[in-house]
């Protein structure tokens, strides 16, 4: 059974940077992808950025281009969400899942941690 660990959120002001991290376990981590969810107060959960472990291919939603890095440790079992540039509109509940991503089809199974809130105040 998957399992997913988030922690790193806290609250910020703009401009701010902060590092999530999603640990993982119960899947063997380097044949899996991992994304990073968000979901403000009132809205849907939305994803934010994925990383496929078995090649290395990263996303990123247009929102974040250019101020948020996804990377993954395969020896901690762990991804990343390095967020820099923060904003007020980035305040939301942040989630990891997994799930599989091919040239045809992106699937995120059922399986999400307790998320971690993010707070950016202006």
């Known amino acids: 059974e998957a399992q997913l660990v988030e922690s790193g959120g806290g609250l910020v002001q703009a401009g701010d940077s902060l590092r999530l991290s999603c640990a993982a376990s119960?899947?063997?981590?380097?044949?899996?992808?991992i994304a990073w969810f968000r979901q403000a107060p009132g809205k849907k959960r939305e994803v934010v950025s994925w990383?496929?472990?078995?090649?290395?291919?990263?996303y990123y939603v247009d929102f974040v281009k250019g101020r948020f890095t996804i990377s993954s440790d395969n020896a901690k079992n762990t991804v990343y969400l390095q967020m820099n540039s923060l904003k007020p509109e980035d305040t939301a509940v942040y989630y990891c899942?997994?799930?599989?991503?091919?040239?045809?089809?992106?699937?995120?199974?059922?399986?999400w941690g307790q998320g971690t809130q993010v707070t950016v105040s202006s």
């Open positions: 990383i496929n472990n078995s090649d290395g291919e990263t």
């Open positions: 119960g899947f063997t981590f380097a044949d899996y992808a």
């Open positions: 899942t997994v799930g599989t991503v091919s040239s045809v089809d992106v699937t995120w199974f059922d399986a």
